[in-house]
């Protein structure tokens, strides 16, 4: 019987028979821990491994993004804490100038089709773009798996989601992705891998399969796998000098399910309060001010979405009252965004652009929102509370554009 | 030696102003991100559901071995261990669901956690309080009005011996 593309993967690394539903022990390729979780996973260790050698130094990392740099003297404890470790151990960190783990790890070739990575970040599916098994963790597995490279899964079972018809512009890979929400819902696919297919995905650019990747989690799924197109197959050649070889799923490969999703033709999307699958046409929502709007995330801060945000505001100024604010996924990206001029026209428009990381998602450098402030964010969650007391709104980085311009939707 | 497969606790139906129990209770409402600096087991509880409408202060009505019951996709969001170790550190028994985030599952299953899936639930013959018997084993209850899932393999073999890493040590 034919296999899909996560249990070709799991398979790869275990020496148990794979089959969905079935607990089976998987081999990591990739160790990491970031500085949410971090201070845990290096406390857990040192209870329950004291003076052990910590193997295949090379494959386990710490990446810094969430508080970057640290604002409090706790956060800057806990960065500290990993450092610490880090250095008596031998093992590398992407420190506070590096920008989001995920992200890093796909820009230095350690998330590669095939490969299985984990780390203390719940949009470590995000690696699903490059055709790798990413897996979010606590700092209990984490720690597990920084000793014996290994841990136990649950097969998850696939399904397949068809996505029939093609948009253009302005609608973009994050409207899909909310539509997506919008018609399966905060647990469509609990516990489940998922493969996407469809005309829509060719021209996607590597932002629009990111993003597609990452809300996954929103969708209760483990992990998806957009069928791989010609822009991340470039962009992994790019990086890694190398034809990145993707795992395809078996011609017979069993799903539990097969959806179709009728995308053609499709408008805008916005997430309202406080879910991210409370999902409107943006046109619905048209004449809502706008107090704020946050550019960036591990969903929507790749050089991309900062283009495509700098198209719409060059040569304009943001609506008075409005606070546009930019971070960049990464230190690469950040790089691409002062030689392309990018951060010129942000600056020009009045928008605040600050170093890389999570920014607004993670009580981050980025600032919060205050009550009765009402944010668009280009991010992946807008649970009250989550960035502060205000109402958050997720929505594509064309629109966030637009509503800073405008002062509204 | 063996852990009980019995629990006997007070239940705590976590409902919204509807009476119904609260589905996508994320991470971020279980447990702040404005906490995460916080490493020391004891000092976790005080923050248990502060920022859960209507719950904000169970982290003082929360008495030990009381059980906790709420609705679908639990735990969903980040991948923080707070979520999970907050309720032990309040000694909360168990964490009763519709069904969990995949990652939280994950999290208390690897931390010796109980969490069980309910299989059914009449809201109108059970009330906050009620002592319930659970039987991790078979999935059976004391109560008509509340059934369970009995716990998988992996879950009853790390909780029998006690977390994942003294776990991994019997397997190798």
């Known amino acids: 019987m034919g296999k899909t593309i996560i249990e070709k993967i799991l398979q790869n690394h275990s020496e148990q028979k794979v089959e969905p539903g079935k607990i089976v022990w998987i081999d990591i390729d990739i160790r990491t821990a970031r500085d949410f979780g971090g201070p845990n996973v290096v406390k857990n260790l040192e209870k329950y491994y004291p003076d052990t050698e910590i193997p295949d130094k090379s494959n386990a990392f710490f990446t810094f993004d969430t508080v970057v740099p640290a604002k409090t003297i706790p956060y800057a404890n806990s960065q500290q804490i990993c450092r610490d470790f880090a250095k008596k151990h031998g093992l590398k960190v992407y420190d506070v100038n590096a920008g989001i783990g995920t992200h890093i790890l796909m820009e230095k070739g350690f998330a590669l089709p095939g490969k299985t990575l984990v780390g203390t970040d719940s949009h470590f599916n995000i690696l699903g773009a490059v055709g790798a098994f990413g897996q979010g963790m606590g700092d209990q597995d984490i720690a597990f798996a920084f000793i014996t490279g290994r841990n136990w899964f649950e097969v998850p079972e696939t399904i397949k989601i068809n996505l029939k018809g093609t948009f253009s512009y302005p609608t973009t890979g994050k409207d899909l992705v909310l539509y997506i929400l919008r018609k399966i819902g905060s647990k469509g696919v609990l516990g489940k891998s998922v493969e996407y297919y469809g005309e829509c995905l060719k021209d996607f650019s590597f932002s629009e399969v990111v993003t597609l990747s990452s809300m996954t989690t929103e969708m209760g799924g483990i992990i998806a796998y957009p069928h791989p197109n010609e822009n991340v197959k470039d962009w992994l050649k790019e990086h890694t000098g190398e034809t990145p070889e993707f795992i395809y799923a078996d011609e017979d490969a069993k799903y539990l399910d097969e959806m179709e999703i009728d995308v053609s033709n499709l408008k805008p999307q916005i997430a309202a309060p406080p879910k991210p699958d409370n999902v409107f046409d943006v046109e619905k929502l048209k004449g809502q001010k706008v107090d704020s709007v946050f550019v960036g995330s591990c969903t929507n801060g790749r050089i991309e979405d900062m283009r495509l945000v700098a198209d719409i505001i060059k040569g304009k100024k943001i609506a008075d009252d409005v606070m546009l604010r930019v971070v960049p996924t990464t230190s690469e990206v950040y790089g691409q965004m002062l030689s392309e001029g990018l951060i010129k026209v942000l600056y020009n428009a009045g928008a605040v652009v600050s170093n890389p990381g999570c920014g607004g998602c993670a009580n981050g450098q980025i600032g919060m929102t205050g009550k009765g402030e009402v944010q668009i964010s280009t991010g992946n969650r807008n649970f009250t509370g989550k960035q502060g007391y205000g109402d958050t709104y997720l929505a594509s980085p064309v629109t966030a554009a637009r509503a800073a311009l405008k002062g509204s939707l | ?172």
Request: glycine share 6%; with cysteine.
């Open chain 2, 1 to 172: 030696m063996q852990k009980d497969v019995i629990l006997n606790g007070r239940i705590w139906l976590i409902t919204n102003d509807k009476g119904e129990l609260i589905n996508d209770i994320d991470t971020d409402m279980i447990f702040h991100n404005q906490y995460l600096t916080i490493t020391d087991l004891d000092e976790m509880g005080q923050y248990t559901f502060d920022n859960l409408e209507g719950w904000k202060d169970f982290a003082d009505k929360a008495l030990k071995d009381d059980i906790i019951v709420v609705g679908d996709n639990f735990g969903a969001g980040s991948s923080r261990q707070q979520a999970v170790d907050c309720f032990k550190s309040l000694a909360v028994q168990a964490i009763i669901a519709k069904s969990f985030g995949a990652i939280y599952k994950r999290n208390a299953i690897n931390s010796g956690l109980p969490i069980l899936v309910l299989d059914s639930i009449d809201l109108n013959n059970i009330e906050n309080r009620e002592m319930v018997e659970f039987d991790l084993e078979n999935g059976e209850t004391d109560h008509n009005a509340i059934n369970i899932e009995p716990f998988s393999k992996v879950q009853m073999d790390i909780y029998q011996a006690g977390n994942l890493f003294a776990y991994g040590k019997n397997i190798k």
